[in-house]
């Protein structure tokens, strides 16, 4: 199996189709590599892609030594991913969490990219509620306790989703997003681990404005959790900039793309 190392760290990455272009692809959290497969399949002609699993999914693993993971870290171990699979140029794609993946490839090599395809992305504005449910800093160091007696943070739910303080629909991330002790100690490393993982926006957008790199945008209609309105000044800023709206939620964006790519095959050009 592929897997760049170092440590106890690896990151683990997958070889999906055969066109001739190449493209770098991050999932979201609670996922792994294989949510890509639909992409995959619908880019199959055009693009090889290479889908990475998240530190703490699939199997990929970011050891304590390694923890909270730096961009210059992480740029480190794609660095030698490129230079183990003999890569100059590719493309880049990023749902939700895998957003900020995305934007670190995007800073660390400008020059190397042909386009970026961001779909429902973190790292550049997310709604409080998906920080609650993904990022819980709010409850410091007693959400490590939280993982195994989650009951302060249902009833603080629960509280909001009474008093009409908390969409339905969030209301429903949040308490799939925590139902096990596994989910939650996997939202208690993501939080601690990507951390650092974080943007100077304006310099983003001034990257992609100046070195004139596509970037195409999925949203879904129903996604509460990252919505158009909270990345309307990024998108706006955009020159080479589009925004795709489909009919669907934040959970299943990623396939949304799939079948939508599948039918507009002028996109993938």
Excluded: C
Excluded at 76 to 105: D, H, I, P
Aim: aromatic share 16%.
């Amino acid at each position: 199996m592929p897997f760049i190392t170092e440590g106890k760290t690896r990151l683990h990455y997958q070889k999906l189709g055969r066109g001739p272009r190449v493209l770098l692809a991050f999932h979201g959290f609670g996922q792994d590599l294989s949510y890509y497969e639909p992409v995959a399949a619908a880019l199959d002609e055009l693009y090889t892609i290479y889908a990475f699993d998240l530190f703490f999914h699939g199997q990929s693993w970011l050891d304590k030594t390694h923890t909270p993971v730096t961009k210059s870290f992480l740029t480190e171990l794609l660095q030698r991913f490129l230079e183990k699979e003999k890569l100059e140029k590719f493309s880049v794609a990023g749902f939700s969490m895998g957003g900020k993946f995305a934007l670190t490839v995007l800073e660390s090599f400008p020059d190397r990219i042909y386009s970026i395809f961001l779909v429902a992305p973190d790292g550049i504005k997310t709604s409080f509620w998906y920080n609650v449910a993904t990022y819980p800093g709010w409850l410091s160091g007693v959400f490590k306790r939280t993982v195994v007696k989650p009951k302060l943070f249902f009833r603080f739910v629960n509280t909001l989703n009474r008093y009409n303080l908390m969409h339905p629909s969030i209301t429903r991330f949040a308490a799939h997003q925590m139902n096990s002790p596994a989910k939650r100690l996997k939202i208690y490393k993501s939080w601690t681990g990507f951390k650092l993982l974080q943007f100077d926006l304006p310099f983003i957008i001034d990257l992609l404005n100046s070195k004139q790199i596509p970037v195409v945008i999925f949203l879904g209609t129903f996604d509460k959790i990252i919505t158009a309105e909270g990345l309307e000044f990024f998108t706006k800023a955009l020159q080479n900039g589009r925004v795709i709206t489909l009919k669907t939620g934040h959970s299943h964006l990623l396939a949304e793309v799939g079948k939508y790519l599948h039918n507009h095959p002028d996109l993938q050009k």
